[in-house]
Nanobody, 121 residues
Framework: QVQLVESGGGLVQAGGSLRLSCVAS????????MGWFRQAPGKQRELVAV???????NYADSVKGRFTISRDNAKTTVYLQMNSLKPEDTAVYYC???????????????WGQGTQVTVSS
């Protein structure tokens, strides 16, 4: 069972940048897609970025042009580069994996503790 551990969150001023990391305990090669989610207080968890095994990416409209999802060549770490951060990006960020990725991203039972991102105005 692969475990995913997120890190890299913190407090940043609006307009700043952060880079989140998601380290897998094993290779993520077996997954068809990796995704970053976020959950703000009182809101549902939302999918913000997807990276497929073929290298295609998809982003939520709210982060398009500001966030970039990528992975390392060893395929054990997935990153989320977040630029031009806004107060509304404040949330706990989680990564997850989808073995199939067909008809949308279906997260597996890989939820970790997440990493808190707080953007001050």
């Amino acid at each position: 069972q692969v475990q995913l551990v997120e890190s890299g969150g913190g407090l940043v001023q609006a307009g700043g940048s952060l880079r989140l990391s998601c380290v897998a305990s094993g290779s993520i090669f077996s997954f068809n897609a990796m995704g970053w989610f976020r959950q703000a207080p009182g809101k549902q968890r939302e999918l913000v970025a997807v990276l497929t095994s073929s290298g295609r990416t998809n982003y939520a409209d709210s982060v398009k042009g500001r966030f970039t999802i990528s992975r390392d060549n060893a395929k054990t770490t997935v990153y989320l580069q977040m630029n031009s951060l806004k107060p509304e990006d404040t949330a706990v960020y989680y990564c997850n994996a989808d073995r199939v990725y067909y008809g949308g991203f279906t997260p597996g039972n890989y939820w970790g503790q997440g990493t808190q991102v707080t953007v001050s105005s």
